[in-house]
């Protein structure tokens, strides 16, 4: 079996126009001949959609316009973490902002579910600042007191 040279195939191509025919149809109609440039955000906009790449663009949109979404204030103590089976999970600069807005959760909720990015989050999850955790890895003993059981 002999490796192919897809630098030279690709070459041949361009150089013959010939292309060769693929079971499915190319994602982006053609516009003139084969060859002529197309605008990019057509070929994008096209790939995005063949790809059904929206509800992952839509999430990305969402933490991007985190402070245009929520508000200045709210923003500077809460930042979005995660986005998990439509629970969005935000992490809050200390546990009274945490608990403030567990409080204006539902109105929260709709104003992230208003926003045209088009993220589908159904529920919020609020969580404080973490502390250092003396865990390392998945395996682990429970109940254990840290770093100190391990000198014996």
């Given at each position: 079996?002999?490796?192919?040279?897809?630098?030279?195939?690709?070459?041949?191509?361009?150089?013959?126009?010939?292309?060769?025919?693929?079971?499915k149809?190319?994602?982006?109609?053609?516009?003139?001949?084969?060859?002529?440039?197309?605008?990019?955000?057509?070929?994008?906009?096209?790939m995005i959609?063949?790809?059904?790449?929206?509800?992952?663009l839509?999430?990305g949109?969402l933490?991007?316009?985190?402070?245009?979404?929520?508000?200045?204030?709210?923003?500077?103590?809460?930042?979005?973490?995660?986005?998990?089976?439509?629970?969005?999970?935000?992490?809050?600069?200390?546990?009274?902002?945490a608990?403030?807005?567990t409080?204006?959760?539902?109105?929260?909720?709709?104003?992230?579910?208003?926003?045209p990015?088009?993220?589908?989050?159904?529920?919020?999850?609020f969580i404080?600042?973490?502390?250092?955790?003396?865990k390392k890895?998945?395996?682990?003993?429970?109940?254990?007191?840290?770093?100190?059981?391990?000198?014996?």
């Amino acid at each position: 079996m002999a490796k192919r040279d897809l630098a030279h195939d690709l070459f041949k191509s361009f150089k013959t126009g010939a292309i060769r025919s693929t079971k499915k149809p190319a994602p982006t109609k053609n516009i003139g001949a084969a060859g002529d440039p197309e605008l990019i955000g057509e070929l994008l906009t096209n790939m995005i959609q063949e790809r059904e790449w929206n509800s992952g663009l839509a999430e990305g949109n969402l933490f991007v316009t985190w402070a245009a979404i929520v508000g200045a204030e709210i923003a500077q103590h809460a930042t979005p973490i995660s986005i998990l089976d439509s629970t969005l999970t935000i992490q809050t600069s200390s546990s009274a902002w945490a608990t403030q807005l567990t409080l204006v959760g539902d109105s929260l909720l709709q104003t992230i579910q208003k926003d045209p990015s088009g993220a589908t989050i159904e529920k919020l999850r609020f969580i404080g600042p973490q502390a250092p955790s003396w865990k390392k890895g998945i395996r682990s003993i429970k109940n254990a007191r840290g770093p100190r059981d391990t000198y014996g």
